[in-house]
């Protein structure tokens, strides 16, 4: 049998004091004397008395839970992006649900619905191509939402700046020399894609070189290391020129080109030069420590929950490479 929970008629009982002083001490300690206040508290210590947080958010009118939905839970990415969120939230005492939607449109439109009917507070979403009108049906129950790692002109979202991003990363590749750089894209309906290719093209023609010549894309269907891993091998086995450089759309896809190159046995970076973008923890702790677009990941939580809790704009943050060995020029 489930043990039953301790009520405040309980711990009044215990103490040998009324209701309302049990609530006056959970809500307005001030306003007991510090005995009762002292009696009170060792009652709940006894009875293990917990507040049901969920009925007091029904008196209230108020949810003090968000729910927030990011593409893969297990992705380092995404774990910092949550801290960020948790952080914000813990702030003003409110705690986060997170799921992880697998980039799949069924199950992010499962995880909207479960998230409306437990009527949170709002919910931060890191977007796919799908999001924007399950997002209007949420605004129509009056559940307000954030898009994360997004700049949206049309819907509420914090994000980071993609096109600088891919600038930089492509800027410092052609500094080292390399004239034939594989892109390692995700789809072309992700906006991470879309930004940093104009990045990465806006890069080349600034160096007076032609984009079509110098970039080639190759769109992965999944942003993993496997997938990364097949996407050089697709490159190198072409038919045309191989790459002697490699922008990678997260740093898992790098580790997956990085893996390929290990097999052929080709230098990183002699052979092929690789870049990854988010900078994740375990990036200078590589054998060759990999060169890596920085995002702001806990920054970005926090600025979503942020937004979410008091409206509050944010900029647009701005990435920052850094350069380590698998991309910097060999010394002579």
């Known amino acids: 049998m489930t043990p039953q929970r301790a009520s405040v008629k309980d711990v009044a009982a215990l103490a040998g004091v009324s209701v309302g002083t049990v609530s006056n001490v959970l809500n307005r300690p001030d306003s007991v004397t510090e005995k009762t206040r002292v009696k009170v508290e060792q009652a709940m210590a006894e009875l293990n008395f917990h507040r049901n947080a969920s009925a007091r958010q029904l008196r209230a009118g108020v949810s003090r839970t968000v729910g927030a939905i990011v593409m893969d839970v297990g992705n380092p990415y995404y774990t910092e992006l949550a801290r960020g969120i948790e952080d914000r939230l813990a702030a003003d005492d409110h705690t986060l649900i997170l ?124 942003l993993t290391a496997n997938e990364g891993q097949r996407g050089l091998v697709e490159a190198l086995e072409g038919p045309g020129p191989a790459p002697t450089a490699v922008f990678a759309m997260n740093d898992i896809v790098a580790l997956g080109a990085m893996r390929e190159l290990r097999v052929r046995r080709l230098s990183i970076p002699r052979d092929v030069a690789v870049v990854g973008y988010d900078d994740l923890y375990f990036a200078a702790e590589l054998m060759t420590p990999l060169s890596s677009v920085r995002q702001p990941m806990r920054q970005l939580g926090w600025a979503a929950a942020d937004l979410l809790l008091t409206e509050t704009q944010h900029p647009l943050f701005e990435p920052e490479l850094v350069v380590r060995a698998s991309s910097d020029a060999p010394q002579s």
């Open 99 to 222: 799921c992880s939607s697998d980039d799949d449109p069924h199950r992010e439109a499962q995880f909207l619905r479960l998230l409306a009917e437990q009527g949170v507070r709002g919910v931060l979403v890191t977007p796919m191509a799908s999001t924007m009108q399950r997002l209007g049906d949420l605004r129509r129950l009056g559940i307000p939402s954030v898009l994360m790692d997004s700049a949206s002109t049309q819907h509420t979202s914090v994000g980071v700046d993609h096109v600088s991003g891919g600038r930089q990363a492509i800027a410092h590749l052609l500094s080292q020399g390399h004239r034939r750089i594989l892109f390692l894209a995700g789809t072309p309906d992700l906006q991470q894609t879309r930004h940093r290719l104009r990045g990465a093209i806006e890069a080349v023609q600034a160096a007076g070189l032609d984009p079509v010549e110098v970039l080639h894309v190759v769109n992965l269907p999944a």
